[in-house]
């Protein structure tokens, strides 16, 4: 595999893809976008390129239909194989265990996890319908979410501080 990374500071772009000259397995590619938000960090995975690993599956397997002995020859294109097909997973497992290790979590974002009321400024849950202390309707203040990408984002915001969609009221 080659990796290239793209961008510095605020937002970083990293694509992983099989090497030019790889000896077995097909052609794959997946790209991870890393940027700085308001709270933290927004990690993205794209979509992985599969059309190389499809054809050297797809040619393994007419290879086996002709000739079942010709899979001990491709054994090691099998494996590279798999080893792709499990490429978006493993990279969120190093996401996540460098997470772990740096004691990142999770959680929303401080300004998500609380509500304002526009009446009279207490402090309420996300999710509650009316004011714990004036009972004024909370519905126009929850956070909703980026129609693009699914980022939690406040109320009222123009846009996505995740890829920088336009938010759309309703």
Known sequence: MQVQQFGS???????????????????TALTISMQQVEDGVSI???????L??????????????HNPISLLQRLDHIAQ??????????????????SKRMGLTYQLSNTLRK????????????????????????????????????FAVRAGASYCPNCGNRITAG
Do not use: K, M
């Not at 030019?20 to 052609?27: I, K, P, S, V």
């Not at 194989?81 to 460098?98: K, N």
């Open 9 to 27: 500071g605020d937002h970083i772009t990293v694509q992983i893809a099989t090497h030019r000259y790889a000896r077995a397995g097909g052609q």
């Open 44 to 50: 993205q995975i794209g979509q992985q390129s599969w």
């Open 52 to 65: 190389g690993v499809a054809a050297s599956l797809g040619i393994t397997a007419l290879a086996a239909f």
């Open 81 to 98: 194989d798999l080893e792709y097909v499990q490429l978006t997973d493993e990279v969120w497992r190093v996401i996540q265990e460098t």
């Open 115 to 150: 509500l304002v009321c526009p009446y009279c400024s207490v402090a309420n849950p996300v999710g509650e319908p009316n004011c714990i202390a004036c009972g004024a309707p909370l519905g126009l203040q929850q956070p909703t979410t980026c129609s693009r990408c699914g």
